[in-house]
């Protein structure tokens, strides 16, 4: 599995840039997907390729089919692959939801489950033994806010998250004779800069205390039960959604 392609889509920031790390640390050739940071994610592959890793950085808005395919176009000539992480993921500003646009929930719903369930379908083309593939992994990046709904701060991304969980349990069944896995994990708080993308950058900080083991988690945190579930060591895991949350 490890000189396989992995793609990590918003590999620049936050989770998925430490999962970026953390998969090409094990072997993997990395495919970085960022939405507009390239600075970002150039450093990311910078790191990669200073210890010696493979990785590019590949600019796609999921929320766009076009980049979508060209991702996956630009994978393809990287090499086989081997796993996809749905890691890319908004939050709107913190709103009831009889302050919400529209618009805002329609962006939310297209970046959170279309541009997941469109990168899975890409995945699956190129993986499923049914279409001549080797297999591979998928892991979604839910959140603990589909079970708690995230009342008064963004119910549109908690319900987006629990469309993602229903996803996981569908498509892990759908492909499970065909060499696929497929996973999801719901983060609880961690501390990354989409917090300051809701409006809010200490709000993990503030809600820390409320959390059963009384601290936030790191992104690294998140990243190790990703390259997990990648692994061969979760050969008997689909369709699984794993809390990674300090018991919120
Ligand atoms: P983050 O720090 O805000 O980083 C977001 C990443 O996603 C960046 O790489 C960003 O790219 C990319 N991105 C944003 N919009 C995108 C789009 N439309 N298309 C493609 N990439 C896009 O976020 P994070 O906290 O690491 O969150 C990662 C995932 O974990 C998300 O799905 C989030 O819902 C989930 N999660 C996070 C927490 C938490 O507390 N942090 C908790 C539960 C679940 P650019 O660098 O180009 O902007």
Known sequence: MTDKVVIITGGSRGIGRAAALAAAARGFRVVVGYASNQKAADEVVGQIQAKNGKA?????????????MALFKAADAFGTLGALVNNAGIVGATARVDQMSAERIQ????????????CAREAVKRMSTRHGGMGGVIVNISSVAAKLGSPNTYVDYAASKGAIDSFTVGLGQEVAA???RVAAIRPGLIDTEIH????????AHRLAPTVPMKRIGTAGEIANAILWLISDEASYVT??????SGGR
């Open 56 to 68: 590019i950085a590949v600019r796609c808005d999921v929320g766009i089919e076009a980049d979508i």
């Open 107 to 118: 962006r939310i719903m297209t970046v959170n489950i279309t541009g997941s369930i469109l």
């Open 178 to 180: 065909e060499g696929i």
């Open 196 to 203: 300051a993308s809701g409006g809010e950058p200490d709000r």
């Open 239 to 244: 369709g699984a959604i794993l809390d990674v």
